[in-house]
C-alpha cells in the first residue's frame, strides 16, 4: 500500500515536463524523483485530460 505522500502540483507539473518536453523516459524520470512509474504515468495522463479541456474552452 501506497505510504500516502503528496507531492504539489509543481512537482507534478515538473516531472510531467521532464517526459514530455525534454524526453526523458518516464522510468528515467521515475527513479530520478523516487516515485513510481505507475505514478508518473497518472500524471501524464492527468496532465493530458486537463489540457485537452483547456483546448476545447
Not at 515538473?14 to 525534454?22: G, I, K, L, M
Not at 518516464?26 to 485530460?49: H, M, N, P, W
Amino acid at each position: 500500500m501506497g505510504k500516502g505522500i503528496r507531492y504539489s502540483g509543481e512537482f507534478k507539473q515538473e516531472a510531467v515536463n521532464q517526459v514530455v518536453v525534454h524526453g526523458y523516459s518516464v522510468g528515467e524520470v521515475a527513479d530520478r524523483l523516487g516515485i513510481s512509474s505507475k505514478t508518473l504515468y497518472q500524471y501524464c495522463r492527468q496532465f493530458l485530460a486537463e489540457s485537452g479541456r483547456l483546448y476545447q474552452r
